[in-house]
């Protein structure tokens, strides 16, 4: 069949594992601390964003006051967010176990493309022992720009060398499913989590949406392998 899924490509923030509320609850911190005041739809911005895209904004915004530098307020808020994953834990999204065993028993391949730096994610997917459960990792300090750049799925696009057809990815950002479509993937799968999109943002990047990552498998296994 032309359009049997043979690669799944997952993004990591807010779609495999819930690190997007981390985020903004440590920037939240830094930005009272320095006493810069920000938006709340701010904070939905800067989501699924690289660092690169993310000091763009900031500066763009002239938030920084005094001398602050980006890098300080950066290094600050991963350390914030590292301390509340150390007294708070991380969590994994629901169905995330159950469409990755189906995909295994199916032969399908799986990658991650995350806009995090890989010791973030090497972290992230070690604590919520989901590490091994891929074929290929690929993280944002390992492409020249990361999302919503398309460098990222181009990258296992070209690791893995299949037909865009028979790729689906899967996001919950508008930045990463830019980034898929830049990419020329067709399939992009819109998992929602903090980040609504609207109906127009909708119409112009999502090919299907779901609830969560089991409906996601429970298609897949109604349809044979195609959405």
């Known amino acids: 069949m032309k359009d ?6 997952f993004d990591m923030d807010g779609l495999m594992v819930d690190t997007e509320s981390i985020c903004i609850k440590a920037w939240d911190k ?3 601390n320095y006493k810069i005041k920000v938006e709340k739809e701010f904070y939905f911005e800067i989501i699924g964003s690289s660092a690169k895209v993310l000091e763009e904004k900031i500066k763009h915004r002239k938030i920084l006051k005094d ?5 300080d307020i950066l290094n600050v808020q991963r350390k ?39 010791t973030k994610v090497n972290k992230f997917l070690t604590i919520t ?10 993280a944002g300090d390992e492409v020249k720009d990361s999302k919503p750049a398309p460098d990222l799925y181009l990258n296992v696009i070209e690791k893995f060398g299949i037909d865009n057809q028979n790729i689906i990815i899967l996001e919950d950002s508008k930045n990463g499913l830019t980034a898929a479509k830049r990419a020329g993937l067709e399939k992009r799968i819109y998992i929602p989590d903090i980040v609504i999109l609207s109906s127009e943002e909708e119409k112009n990047l999502v090919y299907k949406k779901f609830n969560n990552l ?3 498998k429970e298609k897949l296994e109604k349809n044979k392998d195609t959405l």
Do not use: P, Q
């Open 4 to 9: 049997k899924i043979k690669l799944v490509i």
């Open 30 to 32: 830094v930005f009272n």
């Open 67 to 71: 001398n602050l530098k980006f890098e």
């Open 80 to 118: 914030e967010a590292a301390n509340i994953v150390e007294k708070e834990g991380i969590t994994k999204k629901e169905g995330i176990d159950e469409l990755l065993g189906y995909l295994e028993n199916k032969g399908i391949k799986k990658a991650v493309a995350s806009s995090s730096f890989r």
């Open 129 to 138: 022992g989901l590490i091994d459960k891929f074929d290929y990792i690929v």
């Open 214 to 216: 089991l409906e996601v």
